[in-house]
């Protein structure tokens, strides 16, 4: 199963919009409403911020939001804080009963 | 709370064996799949294993099927990793988590290092 692709980083300055997309296939994104988005810090174990495609976890900032068009799922950033600076990563559910993870995104707040 | 703890890691050589162990609380163990996952240094994160509530069924990533063996015991809320036929390449931080649906993680812990030296 190949990972998922993902930009490798993507900037934005306090207050903007960052977008980060997460490709992949009929048999993972394009095939299942299971997609999650995660976010970490360094030296720090990832935190969902996202789960199903759109959900947001109790206690997820309102800022996070993501969607999915065919094989892409996006994670969009408002208000872009400095705290959101971190890495990134997609997951899906796959045709083989399986997770696949995204390559990752560093995202930097200028 | 929910909280996981791995615990286990450490230093083995190329071709060893290791087993990692996973303490879960805060949530009804026995209700839940539980995952393992990991992250080599400076890299990506990589599916490794799941296993369903009742132990039923497990799951595993082509790089580690036939190497790696999960396990759990629900009577102690611990989740395990068995990890055989150790290679150079399975160097990083394992990291557990409690399922969200049959493989998702979600929950996650701090991670146990694992370095496998030749």
């Known amino acids: 199963q190949s990972a998922l692709s993902q930009p490798a980083s993507v900037s934005g300055s306090p207050g903007q919009s960052i977008t980060i997309s997460c490709t992949g296939t009929?048999?993972?994104?394009?095939?299942?409403?299971?997609v999650s988005w995660y976010q970490q810090h360094p030296g720090k174990a990832p935190k969902v911020m996202i789960y199903?495609?759109?959900n947001r976890p109790s206690g997820v900032s309102s800022r996070f939001s993501g969607s999915k068009s065919d094989n892409t799922a996006s994670l969009t950033i408002s208000g872009l804080q400095a705290e959101d600076e971190a890495d990134y990563y997609c997951?899906?559910?796959?045709?083989?009963?399986?997770?696949?993870f995204g390559t990752g995104t560093k995202v930097t707040v200028l | 709370e929910v909280q996981v703890l791995e615990s286990g890691g450490g230093l083995v050589q190329s071709g060893g064996s290791l087993r990692l162990s996973c303490a879960a609380s805060?949530?009804?163990?026995?209700?839940?799949?539980m995952i393992w996952v990991r992250q080599g240094p400076g890299k990506g994160l990589e599916w490794l294993s799941a296993?369903?509530?009742?132990?039923?069924?497990?799951y595993y990533a082509d790089s580690v099927k036939g190497r790696f063996t999960i396990s759990r015991d629900n009577s102690k809320n611990t989740v395990y990793l068995q990890m055989n036929s150790l290679r150079d390449e399975d160097t990083g931080v394992y990291f557990c988590?409690?399922?969200?649906?049959?493989?998702?993680?979600?929950?996650w812990g701090q991670g146990a290092l694992v370095t496998v030296s030749s």
């Open positions: 009929s048999s993972d994104v394009g095939a299942y409403d299971h």
């Open positions: 199903d495609v759109s």
């Open positions: 296993i369903s509530a009742s132990a039923g069924t497990t």
């Open positions: 805060g949530f009804t163990f026995s209700s839940y799949a």
């Open positions: 997951s899906s559910y796959t045709s083989s009963r399986t997770e696949v």
């Open positions: 988590a409690k399922g969200r649906g049959y493989v998702t993680p979600d929950h």
